[in-house]
């Protein structure tokens, strides 16, 4: 599974493009929390959690094509499977042949499958590249681009994991959790398919599909806390620090997948360094010390794992 970093109040362009971390086969996805009223809280909460329904963010954007599409599309299936993924995965690419023979047997239920790249915006480049990678796969569902409204993208920027899967009934609601990995075995596969059975039955739909989540694995939850605590440090000083990404995405750097986000940022703010006034250029190397030792501790857990 391809892991990102998640800077709050960042675009989701400078997110998807610059702050990506290695791929990690087995290992859990890293969900970070966001802080809210001083208390963190889950970045992708259950849909059933105190007992409400979460529906899936109201949106408009355009699928590959150039048709308009908005949540209204989900009214028209049974349920709907929405694949989140960007051109820079390579478990994502790599599963889309598996998806686009599991759409035909979506398509007999009523269902479908479409995938959402949360990478492309209005950025032409990258929508002739996520075309081509489609192509290739001989990949025939829909896929979209959603626009930059705050909801939506704010949703798409809590999605740590990719790829991610997520069901939506035809009146907009997630169904169970998010499937975090490729879902390209036929187990999986085969999970889904019930759930769609249930839900076009009226049963009651099980939560989940088998992966690894924080039920499962504590370190998790831990994981989450160090993200949220990460996140905070970004918040607390938001214009020194989007000085900085605004600067990496001026540039259009990209960030090594094998070196470590910390030292990935400290090479950044050193080239940025005439962009700071005294107290920021030592209010930034302050946080860039806090963010070492909590990605520190990250590692430390990911070698756990």
């Not at 806090?290 to 070698?303: F, H, P, R, V």
């Amino acid at each position: 599974m391809k892991t990102k970093k998640k800077i709050v109040s960042v675009l989701l362009a400078v997110l998807m493009t610059v702050l990506l971390a290695a791929c990690g086969n087995a290992s859990p996805t890293q969900q970070p929390s966001t802080k809210e009223n001083g208390n963190a809280t889950p970045a992708q909460p259950s849909t059933e959690e105190n007992g409400k329904v979460e529906a899936f963010p109201k949106f408009k954007g355009k699928d590959f094509d150039g048709n308009d599409v908005d949540e209204s599309l989900f009214s028209k299936n049974e349920a709907t499977l929405v694949n989140f993924w960007f051109n820079g995965c390579s478990a994502c690419v790599n599963e889309m042949p598996a998806l686009e023979k599991f759409n035909a047997k979506l398509r007999e239920k009523g269902a479908e499958l479409i995938g959402i790249n949360v990478e492309v915006g209005d950025d032409e480049k990258a929508l002739a590249a996520a075309k081509e990678i489609l192509a290739k796969q001989g990949v025939t569902y829909r896929n979209l681009v959603i626009d930059n409204n705050q909801e939506a993208r704010s949703y798409m920027a809590n999605i740590l994991g990719f790829p991610t899967t997520i069901l939506v009934d035809k009146k907009g609601n997630i169904i169970g959790q998010p499937i975090m990995g490729s879902i390209e075995d036929e187990k999986k596969m085969d999970q889904i398919l019930k759930m769609i059975d249930d839900l076009k039955a009226g049963k009651e739909v099980s939560s989940s599909v088998d992966s690894k989540d924080s039920n499962m694995d504590p370190s998790i939850d831990e994981t989450k806390a160090l993200l949220a605590e990460e996140n905070n440090i970004f918040l607390q000083h938001k214009e020194i620090w989007d000085k900085l990404f605004a600067k990496i995405q001026k540039d259009k750097v990209q960030q090594d997948e094998n070196t470590p986000y910390a030292e990935f940022l400290k090479a950044q703010i050193e080239k940025a360094k005439d962009s700071f006034s005294e107290e920021e250029w030592k209010t930034i190397n302050e946080d860039l010390k806090k963010i070492e030792e909590i990605e520190a501790k990250i590692q430390k857990l990911n070698k756990q794992n």
